[in-house]
């Protein structure tokens, strides 16, 4: 099973800033095969980000997904009011085993 | 626009089996390019998947829970559920079904989801 470390856990930071999330798999994730979704309190999870770069439909251009291997990053470009939230990476690059990384909370500083 | 809404118990008792069942609506369950999984969330904790089905009813399950995970489907009723026996408090969660991308090599990533439902283990 493919590990996913994310960090920081929680990255405080005030709207117009940027902000860089991390998501570190314990092996290679296979042809770059990485997701990030954002979870709002009480609301399901949204998909953000599939195959590491790619956004998916109805995301703002704000958001952009890069990394390969073992070592994926997402970035805010510049923060607005409704991007604080938890944020979320999954792998697919073992299909039989899906797995999330741990979350990181992005909060108003 | 593609629906999905869990329903079953919010409350079942430790060594019981949970049931729920995922609803899907405005969209048919026997596409060809999708999956149809079960995620849980336990109460201020991470996300973990649980398994997905096929419409055919193939089916892939987390290692460290397909002892005791049953998931099925009903076309018919463009329906999936999910049986999880043998439960404990560590299995108190909020439960979501979402629609799993289909890739060549197997599912991917998850691009609809239901909004959940808490079920609670406790006696």
């Known amino acids: 099973e493919i590990v996913l470390t994310q960090s920081p856990g929680t990255l405080s930071l005030s709207p117009g800033e940027r902000a860089t999330l991390s998501c570190r798999a314990s092996q290679s994730v296979s042809s770059s095969y990485l997701a990030w979704y954002q979870q709002k309190p009480g609301q399901a999870p949204r998909l953000l980000i599939y195959?590491?770069?790619s956004r998916a439909t109805g995301i703002p251009d704000r958001f952009s997904g890069s990394g390969s291997g073992t070592d994926f990053t997402l970035t805010i470009s510049r923060l607005e009011p409704e991007d604080f939230a938890v944020y979320y990476c999954?792998?697919?690059?073992?299909?039989?085993?899906?797995?999330f990384g741990g979350g990181t909370k992005v909060e108003i500083k | 626009q593609l629906q999905l809404q869990e329903s079953g118990p919010g409350l079942v008792k430790p060594s019981e089996t949970l049931s729920l069942t995922c609803t899907v609506s405005g969209g048919s369950i026997s596409s060809s390019s999708y999956y149809w999984g079960w995620i849980r969330q336990p109460p201020g904790k991470g996300l973990e998947w649980i398994g997905s089905i096929y419409y055919s009813g193939s089916t892939y399950y987390n290692p460290s829970l397909k002892s005791r995970v049953t998931i099925s489907v009903d076309t018919s009723k463009n329906q999936f559920s999910l049986k999880l026996s043998s439960v404990t408090a560590a299995d108190t969660a909020v439960y979501s079904c979402?629609?799993?991308?289909?890739?060549?090599?197997?599912?991917?990533?998850?691009?609809?989801w239901g909004q959940g439902t808490l079920v609670t283990v406790s006696s």
């Open positions: 979402a629609r799993v991308v289909l890739l060549w090599f197997g599912t991917a990533y998850f691009d609809f």
């Open positions: 999954q792998q697919y690059g073992s299909s039989l085993a899906l797995t």
């Open positions: 195959d590491a770069s």
